[in-house]
Antibody, heavy 121, light 110 residues
Framework: EVQLVESGGGLVQPGESLSLSCVAS????????MNWIRQAPGKGLEWVSY????????YYADSVKGRFTISRDNAKTSLYLQMHTLRAEDTAVYYC??????????????WGQGTLVSVSS | QSALTQPASVSGSPGQSITISCTGT?????????VSWYQQHPGKAPKLMVY???YRPSGVSDRFSGSKSGNTASLTISGLQAEDEADYYC??????????FGTGTKVTVL
């Protein structure tokens, strides 16, 4: 059974940093690209970042480019999101999601339950 | 990148069919066959219902079907059931090598 478990969320002040983790199990993690997707309270989904299986391809949404860094450790079957200079508008539930198939583009077929990041003074 | 446009709400009676539209541009929906649809129940993670415009993942009911014409994609739910009441989001790959989601549609079963 595919499982994705996020952790690391919490309450931080504007300008601070936070690091999220996502531990994967039930599939060959090193063979799949991964996404971070977020959802502000009561709002819609927003794609944040993508990393390919080998880490050779990384993309970011304009809203987080230069502030967030995605990475992965295939040996630990883990995905990470380092977030710096956090803003109130970064407040959201952050989901990690597996990218379906081997192409760079495509749907996210498995999602974790999410971890809440709150940015407030 | 602006969000794809979806109707805020769609409703139908049990057994009926409903269609949710998702309008983008030639740089996203119209340019790629990487349109997907997600179902989200309150407090839950999204669930993939349709990928690559019209393909269903294993385990998803064949009452859900997807299509695309030009810059607009559509999700049709036939034989509407109470359990289909949820929020639905479309998503597309874009020419900027990013993804964009739709504004979301609340489906109500009357």
């Amino acid at each position: 059974e595919v499982q994705l478990v996020e952790s690391g969320g919490g309450l931080v002040q504007p300008g601070e940093s936070l690091s999220l983790s996502c531990v994967a199990s039930g599939f060959t993690f090193s063979s799949y690209g991964m996404n971070w997707i977020r959802q502000a309270p009561g709002k819609g989904l927003e794609w944040v970042s993508y990393i390919s299986s080998s880490t050779s391809i990384i993309y970011y949404a304009d809203s987080v480019k230069g502030r967030f860094t995605i990475s992965r450790d295939n040996a630990k079957t883990s995905l990470y999101l380092q977030m710096h200079t956090l803003r109130a508008e970064d407040t959201a539930v952050y989901y990690c999601a597996r990218k379906k198939g081997i192409a760079v583009a495509g749907a996210s077929d498995y999602w974790g339950q999410g971890t809440l990041v709150s940015v407030s003074s | 990148q602006s969000a794809l446009t979806q109707p805020a709400s769609v409703s139908g009676s049990p057994g009926q069919s409903i269609t949710i539209s998702c309008t983008g541009t030639s740089s996203d929906v119209g340019g790629y066959n990487y349109v997907s649809w997600y179902q989200q129940h309150p407090g839950k993670a999204p669930k993939l219902m349709v990928y690559d415009v019209g393909y269903r993942p294993s385990g998803v009911s064949d009452r859900f079907s997807g299509s695309k014409s030009g810059n607009t994609a559509s999700l049709t739910i036939s034989g509407l059931q109470a359990e289909d009441e949820a929020d639905y989001y479309c998503s597309s790959y874009t020419s900027s090598s990013t993804y964009v989601f739709g504004t979301g549609t609340k489906v109500t079963v009357l």
